[in-house]
């Protein structure tokens, strides 16, 4: 099982249309997670950390259910521009801040 | 204040050749993390040093690779004897601490292509 899965997509939406993303984790003892956003051929940027108590910037909402070990992001008002990769991204055990990343999940805004 | 900067953007290699990839941190960061994303893959954690200190190389294959940050210029990471499945796209991140909640920038990183 990978450490991190996410649905590789893609996500064809018309612009306007909210979008969810989940992602699931296998390691209990993960500590930070994150959604990142990668273009193609490009570095993957951070979009945003997620808490248990949720957080959002604009558009985006993010979740963390430590429980279930699952991961959400929440996108409203799609944007040609948001179309990209999402990579859901956990902080793993041991010292330093080494990042599990998934393989991501592809969205694809059309008009 | 520039960000973490990676050089060269793309390097062409034949096999058997050496190939050094560079890494500058942000300003008053410390720490470097290396990370290789294979096509059609996510990215693989490789290694994490701090100045002149490697920290964690468990993700670093165990020949022909080798990284260092020294006191004074960027990090490298070198890969002697290179083969085709060397070919990624290699990237760098820094962070001023190590502590779990900071999610990291990246460099723009370094497209290895082994011919």
């Known amino acids: 099982r990978k450490e991190v899965e996410q649905d590789p997509g893609p996500f064809n939406v018309p612009e306007g249309a909210t979008v969810a993303f989940n992602c699931t984790y296998s390691?209990?003892?993960?500590?930070?997670f994150f959604w990142y956003r990668q273009d193609c051929r490009k570095e993957p940027k951070l979009l945003m950390s997620?808490?248990?108590s949720g957080n959002e910037d604009g558009r985006f909402t993010a979740q963390l259910n430590r429980a279930s070990q699952y991961i959400s992001l929440l996108i409203r008002d799609s944007k040609l521009s948001d179309s990209a990769t999402y990579l859901c991204?956990?902080?793993?055990?041991?010292?330093?801040?080494?990042?599990?990343f998934g393989t991501g999940t592809q969205l694809k805004v059309e008009l | 204040n520039a960000g973490v900067m990676q050089n060269p953007r793309h390097l062409v290699r034949r096999r058997g050749q050496e190939a050094r990839l560079r890494c500058s941190p942000m300003?008053?960061?410390?720490?470097v993390y290396w990370y290789r994303q294979l096509p059609e893959e996510g990215l693989k954690f490789m290694v994490y040093?701090?100045?002149?200190?490697?920290?964690?190389e468990s993700g670093m294959p165990k020949e022909r690779f080798s990284a260092e940050f020294p006191k004074e210029g960027p990090s490298i990471l070198r890969i002697q004897q290179v083969v085709r499945g060397d070919s990624a796209a290699y990237f760098c991140?820094?962070?001023?601490?190590?502590?779990?909640?900071?999610?990291?920038?990246f460099g723009s990183g370094t497209r290895l292509t082994v011919v």
């Open positions: 390691n209990s003892a993960s500590q930070s």
């Open positions: 991140a820094s962070s001023p601490t190590p502590k779990r909640d900071y999610g990291y920038t």
């Open positions: 300003k008053g960061h410390s720490h």
């Open positions: 997620v808490y248990s």
């Open positions: 040093l701090q100045k002149e200190n490697i920290i964690d």
């Open positions: 991204v956990v902080t793993a055990t041991g010292g330093g801040n080494k990042l599990t």
